[in-house]
């Protein structure tokens, strides 16, 4: 085994969270070291066209996502089940190699209301006590939107967000979502292109009394200078974003926002290949002193540090933490513990339009390119004798359709045969959804801890998810299902079908990459990880940052709140845990 | 349209770069013949000739040649098959192979110890004995209705294969069988991008940041490949986005 000379701080996972915190703490005059499981990955060298508009290689082979053969999770429905691993990718991608996920992610960067980091205390005040279902452990976060709103602006600004708001400074600007936060000024970009989709959407939605509005993107909408000098092309509107990288550069990522600039500096070291194994604490389990990690070759080398900061994917932090042996894991069956506690994911529903004569050019688009109303998520509307808590935001989008993954038909077509040939061809370019991106609440019973049996190829157990929807979301879904219905008739197809979720939830099919949770951030130490700047409550010179703060999962994308808590995080160490190294407030 | 065709038969050897289009002359017909010519019978890397008939076969019910076009045996699908066994896929290099081997909930996912290669080598064995003692026939030789009702039953579990389970095998060549119709030629199906022609997918994406504004305005385009690309047959902007040849354009 090698020891090498120490460093200020390690970051563990050079994605969205990692590449923010090294630089940022760069900048602070760290000396910073990032160790990145995967290789490294470059818009020209590894993103050139045309071999990245590859549908098979890259939206079906999976080749920007995990590769499972090292390293996957195991799952179960509930705890009376056996977990098994998950073979093969489906239900989520999460990222390997420089840039995480964050390279093969769509780009859509919502704000989270208000009310999604108070959910329980605000839905008590205003439903009362009875209202959170009795096994559900949603909380708030310690935070607020307010003391978040400095953090959201700066990720906005890196990543070069094109939207228009909806709420500055409390007054509620026409063309935005009237029901988002107050933010100190607009989005740095203007709102992406709307299309003949987005358009009937709109017209339907306006009509029946709801309010439409661009959805915030990370796809340029015009040539863009970040805040780090780094310059980003407008895109192209290729349709070739989700699941793949981007040629032009044009999809804010970390190797278009951060990367190049942090690279150049002498204070960062970048490490690919590095596959961290566990942290390494003093003797009273109180410090974190240095991380080991299995090097290109598989020779272990351990790296001392004075911050170590986890920035992984929610699957990687939450892991990692187990086998080290910080904090207290989460027992399901006694509600006790924190680590591994409160998992969640993302419920998502809508209705799917066939059409004879309209032809919609589905082929074009980008990956944050929509139109929304956000008049059913949160606590927008009155949720009174609805059964369920939370809500989504309904859409219309156009990320670009490809045909083997989407060939959509309608109900009652033949699964294969001339009649489906026949489908397919009348409907690719004839039909598109109205969705609802709902949230999903924390439960006693959702969780993630070691696995007893399955290991991954460097030995150690395997992630165990348990894992299954509750009543709160089903009826959840129902009732944005109907909403997404009504835009639909409204529209006026030939044909409807509507995809309401029912039954347990399955890791087969895509939904999304919206995992959150088991390392999450609050007030208290028995029901969270890390307090509300992120650091653990057992180890003060460890962080813990991106979506595994999430107590619960709200109902928009997620990575616009990992920018934020990343940006908020970097503020408390640099400006507070640096002057006085200890446990922060 | 006739200008592209005939660079596709330049390609093909059929026309001298010089030669003119003979009147009477049929592009269809010499396309079609010129394609299956070139095309001959896919060379295999890990298919037996046997397989190869058999899946063809297969591909010819599951996505038949109509009056909308050619269908997934023509568009040399089975090679694309061929090309992904042999290959990552074929072995799951990319897929968690750790036992133990435990049978679970169609919730948790696939959990066959069978690599691809050996469900479609023991599936092909076993439906074909099957189709023996039932038919007297190979699958391969029965009517084309009876090759349906054999697929109906892979696919809904009414037929029992001994060493695979049925509908993992019939999802697993569906599965396939549309990647090969629809992927990029450059994977070795999708011959003539016939997959693209029939659903109106412009393959490799161009400039579509002024169009996308035209709602109503259906974009019809000669799809463009990965191939067309490498072998530089089509024209490309700076960022080496192809430029489409429209249709309305070439009419």
């Known amino acids: 085994m090698t020891k090498l000379k120490p460093v200020d701080a390690v970051v563990v996972g050079v994605g969205m969270a990692g590449s923010i915190l090294a630089k940022e703490l760069t900048d602070a005059g760290l000396r910073v070291v990032g160790l990145e499981r995967g290789g490294p990955r470059e818009t020209q060298r590894d993103f050139a066209m045309p071999g990245i508009h590859d549908e098979l290689r890259f939206a079906r082979r999976h080749e920007l996502a995990q590769d499972l053969s090292r390293e996957t999770i195991t799952f179960r429905n509930n705890p009376s089940q056996t977990a098994l691993p998950m073979r093969r990718l489906g239900s989520f991608l999460p990222g390997e190699g420089v840039g995480g996920a964050a390279v093969h992610w769509n780009g859509m960067t919502f704000r989270f209301l208000p009310w999604d980091f108070e959910t329980r205390s605000r839905t008590n005040a205003r439903y009362g006590k009875g209202a959170i279902p009795a096994d559900c452990t949603s909380q708030d976060w310690g935070v607020t939107y307010a003391e978040l709103e400095p953090f959201y602006d700066r990720f906005e600004r890196v990543y070069g967000i094109g939207g228009k708001a909806g709420n500055l400074d409390g007054k509620i600007v026409p063309g935005g979502n009237p029901h988002e936060g107050p933010r100190s000024r607009d989005y740095p970009n203007p709102p992406m292109k709307t299309t003949y989709v987005g358009a009937l959407f709109d017209k339907a939605a306006t009509s029946l009394g709801h309010t439409a509005f661009p959805l915030p993107s990370a796809n340029m909408t015009r040539p863009y200078t970040n805040p780090y000098g780094m310059m980003l092309a407008p895109c192209l509107y290729c349709g070739f974003c989700e699941r793949f990288g981007c040629e032009m550069g044009a999809k804010a990522s970390p190797q278009t926002t951060i990367l190049p600039v942090l690279l150049s500096s002498d204070r960062f070291e970048l490490r690919t290949r590095a596959n961290v194994l566990r942290i390494n604490l003093d003797a009273e389990r109180k410090r974190a002193v240095s991380v080991s990690y299995a090097d290109a070759h598989g020779n272990e080398v351990e790296q001392p540090a004075d911050l170590v900061l986890l920035t992984s994917y929610v699957f990687g932090n939450v892991r990692l933490l187990l086998l080290s042996g910080v904090g207290r894991p989460y027992d399901s069956a006694r509600g006790e513990g924190s680590v591994g506690r409160n998992y969640a994911y993302q419920t998502l529903s809508g209705a799917t339009l066939f059409f004879e004569d309209r032809e919609f050019n589905r082929f074009m688009g980008a990956g944050a390119l929509g139109r929304v109303v956000d008049d059913f998520n949160g606590d927008n509307f009155d949720h009174g004798g609805l059964g369920f808590i939370g809500g989504g935001y309904l859409s219309a989008l156009s990320l670009g359709s490809r045909p083997i993954n989407s060939h959509p038909v309608p109900s009652g077509t033949p699964r294969w045969g001339a009649g489906w040939k026949k489908a397919v061809a009348r409907y690719f370019n004839r039909s598109f959804d109205v969705d609802a991106h709902g949230a999903c609440q924390s439960y006693r019973d959702n969780c993630l801890d070691l696995d007893p049996t399955y290991r991954g190829a460097d030995g150690r157990p395997l992630l165990r998810m348990t894992f299954d929807f509750h009543e709160n979301e089903y009826r959840m879904s129902d009732y944005l299902a109907s909403k997404t219905q009504e835009i639909a008739r409204v529209i006026g197809p030939r044909h409807i079908d509507v995809d309401r979720r029912t039954g347990p939830y399955s890791i087969v099919p895509y939904q999304t990459t919206h995992n959150t949770g088991g390392a999450v951030m609050g007030a208290d130490p028995a029901t969270s990880v890390v307090n509300r700047c992120l650091q653990s409550w057992d180890v003060p010179n460890l962080f813990v940052v991106g979506a595994s703060a999430f107590p619960q999962n709200a109902g928009y994308n997620p990575s616009g709140t990992v920018g934020a808590l990343a940006y908020f995080c970097a503020d408390a160490i640099s400006n507070r845990y640096l002057k006085h190294p200890g446990p922060l407030s | ?251």
């Not at chain 2, 030669?19 to 001959?40: K, M, N």
């Not at chain 2, 076969?57 to 996505?63: P, Q, S, T």
């Not at chain 2, 003539?192 to 579509?208: E, I, N, Q, R």
Request: proline share 6%; with cysteine; aromatic share 8%.
């Open chain 2, 1 to 251: 349209m006739a200008h592209d065709r005939r660079e596709f038969l330049k390609t093909l050897g059929v026309l001298s770069a010089a030669s003119t289009i003979a009147p009477g002359f049929s592009p269809e017909a010499a396309l079609v013949r010129a394609a299956t010519e070139v095309a001959g019978p896919p060379t295999l890397s890990f298919l037996t000739q046997a397989e190869l008939v058999f899946i063809e076969a297969a591909l010819a019910r599951l996505i038949p040649a109509d009056e909308l076009g050619p269908g997934a045996k023509e568009a040399g699908v089975a090679a694309f098959i061929d090309g992904q066994l042999a290959g990552g896929f074929g072995v799951m290099a990319r897929a968690y192979r750790l036992g133990p081997w435990l049978e679970g909930t169609p919730e948790q996912g696939d959990q066959s110890a069978l690599t691809p290669r050996e469900i479609y080598r023991a599936a092909i064995r076993e439906v074909d004995d099957d189709c023996d003692r039932r038919y007297g026939k190979r699958f391969a030789e029965l009517a084309a209705s009876e090759q349906d009702d054999v697929l109906r039953g892979l696919d809904e579990g009414t037929i029992a294969l001994s060493s695979v389970n049925a509908p993992l095998f019939f999802g697993l060549l569906w599965g396939n069988a549309q990647e090969g119709f629809f992927a990029d030629p450059v994977h070795g199906g999708n011959r003539d991008k016939v997959g693209w022609k029939l659903v109106g997918f412009p393959g490799v994406a161009a400039v579509y940041a002024e169009h996308i504004e035209r709602h109503g305005e259906a974009y019809r385009a000669d799809p463009v490949s990965i191939v067309d690309l490498q072998q530089k047959r089509v024209r490309v902007d700076e960022h080496g986005h192809p430029v489409h040849t429209r249709a309305a354009e070439s009419e």
